[in-house]
């Protein structure tokens, strides 16, 4: 009932940047939570950063300062601009958008199919 896609990943040099997009569709009422998560091989999934509905952050301590999380409210869309990249970055991005469904009284919880990140060295 919700459909998620991501665009925007790549490879890209140690330094370099990338932004990432996510635009969710279907049957929504209302988005409050969005965010970016990622896992690397062998890893278990981690969350990146998050961005609440009024525009509060969160972000993982590994990306402080280089990754910024911005929502476009309007277009239910969520970026993750990324900077400064590093070869640990490398990983598969997956966005997560929570809310309601129409009718609001039915919760979603979605997840995006995941966009490769790879920075080389």
């Known amino acids: 009932q919700v459909h998620l896609v991501e665009s925007g990943g790549g490879l890209v040099q140690a330094g370099g940047s990338l932004r990432l997009s996510c635009v969710a569709s279907g049957s929504i009422f209302s988005i409050n939570g969005m965010g970016w998560y990622r896992q690397a091989p062998g890893k278990q999934r981690e969350l990146v950063a998050a961005i609440t509905r009024g525009g509060s952050t969160n972000y993982a301590d590994s990306v402080k300062g280089r990754f910024t999380i911005s929502r476009d409210n309007a277009k239910n869309t969520v970026y993750l601009q990324m900077n400064s990249l590093k070869p640990e970055d490398t990983a598969v991005y997956y966005c997560?958008?929570?809310?309601?469904?129409?009718?609001?009284?039915?919760?979603?919880?979605?997840w995006g199919q995941g966009t490769q990140v790879t920075v080389s060295s």
């Open positions: 997560n958008v929570e809310g309601f469904l129409l009718g609001r009284t039915t919760s979603f919880s979605s």
